[in-house]
C-alpha cells in the first residue's frame, strides 16, 4: 500500500534517531575499552605487545565496515550463536571504533615528551603509575578534540548497521521509502537529521581543536 | 555444533569475484582522480577564491562532510529518479563517491595551502611573479608534499568505503560477494575472503603511495 510523505513520518524518523545513537553510545564505549587496550599495547615497553597492536590496527584499518558486519552477523550464527543484529553491529562497531580510537589516543600518548616519563621514573614511579598520574592527564587534553570529531565519523557510519537489519535512522529511511514511494523526500529528510546531529560536533570539536593550538 | 570452514566453492566463483575486484578498482581509480581536482580547485576557491565562490565551497563540504556516503548514495541512486535524472548503479556510484571525496579532500588541500608561509607568497610576489605563477611555481608542490599523507590515507579509506555502493547494486567486490553468499551459502567464507582481498588492497595501496611520495617529493 503506498500512502503519502507525512508529517508522521518525519516524526518517525526523528523517533529512529534515538537507534542511531544508542549504536553510537555502545560502539563509543565498546570501541573507547578496545581503544585503549590498543593504544596502550602500541606503547608498551614490550617488543611483541606492539606488534600485536600495529597488526590489530593494519587489520582492522584495511578492511571494510562492511565486512566486518557480515562476518559477525553471519559468521557467528556458525559456531552456534544466535546472532541479533543489535550484537553484530556492536562487536563490528567495536572492532572498528577501537582500531581507530586506539591510534588516536596513541598519538596522543605520544606527543607527551619522553621527559615527561624520565621525571616519572626518576620520582620512582611504575610504569603504571606514570601512566596513570603523569601521561594519561596530559594526554586526555590532546585527546578530547580528535575524539569528538571520530564521534562524528562513528554516527555517519552506524549507517551502515541497515545492512544487516539494524533499525536505525537509515533503516527507518529504506523502510518509509518503501511504503510511501517518495526517496527523495525521504532520504533528504534523513540527511537533514544525520546533518543536525553531526555538524553541531563538528563545530565543537573545530573550536575545542583551536583552543587546544591556542594554549600551546 | 560443530561445523567446518570450507572455503571451495567460494573459490571455485573466483573468475566472478575477480570482475568484482575489477570494478572496485575502476570505481577507486576514477575516484581519486576526481576527488583530488575537486579537492585542488574547492581548496583554491575557498582559500583564494572570491565570496561568492567561497560560500557554496563551504556549505558543499559541511554538508557532504556530516552526512553518511550511505544515505548519499541513496539520493543519487533512488531520489534522483524521482527528479528525472536515472542513472545505472555503476554510475551513481561513481558521482557519489566523487562527490563525497572531492569534499574530504578540500578540507585536506585547503589545510595544505594554508600551512605554506605568507612570506614565501610574498617573496613570490616581489620576484614580479603573477598570482597563478605564485601558485604554479611557489605554493603548489610543497603543499601537495605536506597535504600527501593525509591525502593517502583518506584514498585508502575510500577505497574500503567504495564497499558500500554494493548496496545499489553496482556490482562492485562486495556486491559479487553477496552473490557468491546467496548461492553457496558460505556465508562466513565468503566475507572471511572478501576480507582478506581489501586489506590486500590497502596494503598494496599504501605500499603504491609511499613510492610515490618517495619519487616525487622525497628526493628534491
Request: proline share 4%; net charge positive; with cysteine.
Amino acid at each position: 500500500m503506498i500512502r503519502e510523505f507525512s508529517f508522521n513520518d518525519v516524526l518517525y524518523l526523528v523517533a529512529a534517531m534515538r537507534w542511531t545513537l544508542a549504536l553510537t553510545a555502545i560502539a563509543f564505549l565498546g570501541g573507547g575499552l578496545v581503544g585503549l587496550t590498543v593504544a596502550l599495547l602500541r606503547v608498551s615497553a614490550f617488543a611483541p605487545l606492539r606488534w600485536v597492536g600495529t597488526i590489530y590496527v593494519l587489520a582492522v584499518q584495511g578492511t571494510p565496515l562492511l565486512a566486518w558486519l557480515f562476518v559477525f552477523f553471519f559468521g557467528l550464527s556458525i559456531v552456534g550463536v544466535e546472532v541479533s543484529p543489535w550484537i553484530a553491529a556492536a562487536a563490528a562497531y567495536s572492532i572498528y571504533a577501537g582500531a581507530f580510537l586506539g591510534e588516536i589516543w596513541r598519538g596522543c600518548l605520544q606527543a607527551i615528551p619522553k621527559t615527561q616519563w624520565e621525571a616519572g621514573a626518576s620520582l620512582g614511579l611504575s610504569f603504571t603509575s606514570q601512566l596513570r598520574y603523569i601521561i594519561v592527564p596530559q594526554a586526555t587534553r590532546l585527546a578530547i578534540p580528535p575524539t569528538v570529531g571520530f564521534l562524528v565519523q562513528l554516527i555517519k557510519n552506524t549507517s551502515l548497521a541497515a545492512v544487516i537489519g539494524f533499525i536505525e535512522l537509515t533503516r527507518e529511511g529504506q523502510l518509509t521509502t518503501a511504503v510511501t514511494f517518495r526517496p527523495f523526500t525521504v532520504y533528504l529528510t534523513v540527511a537533514a537529521l544525520y546533518f543536525a546531529l553531526c555538524f553541531p560536533l563538528t563545530q565543537v570539536a573545530r573550536r575545542l581543536e583551536r583552543r587546544l593550538h591556542v594554549a600551546r | 555444533m560443530s561445523y567446518s570452514l570450507q572455503f571451495r566453492d567460494v573459490f571455485a566463483a573466483w573468475e566472478f569475484l575477480l570482475d568484482g575486484l575489477v570494478l572496485t578498482l575502476e570505481l577507486s581509480a576514477v575516484t581519486m582522480i576526481a576527488g583530488l581536482a575537486i579537492g585542488l580547485g574547492g581548496a583554491a576557491a575557498r582559500v583564494y577564491g572570491p565570496r561568492w565562490l567561497k560560500t557554496p565551497v563551504a556549505i558543499y563540504v559541511e554538508t557532504i562532510r556530516n552526512t553518511p556516503l550511505i544515505v548519499q548514495l541513496f539520493l543519487i541512486f533512488f531520489g534522483l529518479p524521482s527528479a528525472g535524472v536515472k542513472l545505472d548503479a555503476n554510475t551513481a556510484a561513481m558521482i557519489a563517491l566523487s562527490i563525497n571525496l572531492g569534499a574530504y579532500s578540500v578540507e585536506i588541500v585547503r589545510a595544505g595551502l594554508e600551512a605554506i608561509p605568507r612570506s614565501q607568497i610574498e617573496a613570490g610576489q616581489s620576484l614580479g611573479l603573477s598570482g597563478v605563477q605564485i601558485f604554479r611555481y611557489v605554493i603548489i608542490f610543497p603543499a601537495l608534499r605536506l597535504m600527501f599523507p593525509a591525502l593517502a590515507s583518506q584514498f585508502i579509506l575510500l577505497m574500503l568505503a567504495t564497499s558500500v555502493v554494493s548496496q545499489i547494486s553496482a556490482q562492485d567486490l562486495f556486491h559479487t560477494a553477496s552473490i557468491v553468499q546467496s548461492r553457496t551459502f558460505r556465508d562466513f567464507e565468503v566475507y572471511i575472503v572478501v576480507a582478506a582481498v581489501y586489506l590486500a588492497l590497502a596494503l598494496v595501496f599504501r605500499l603504491l603511495f609511499a613510492a610515490l611520495y618517495h619519487f616525487v617529493f622525497a628526493r628534491r
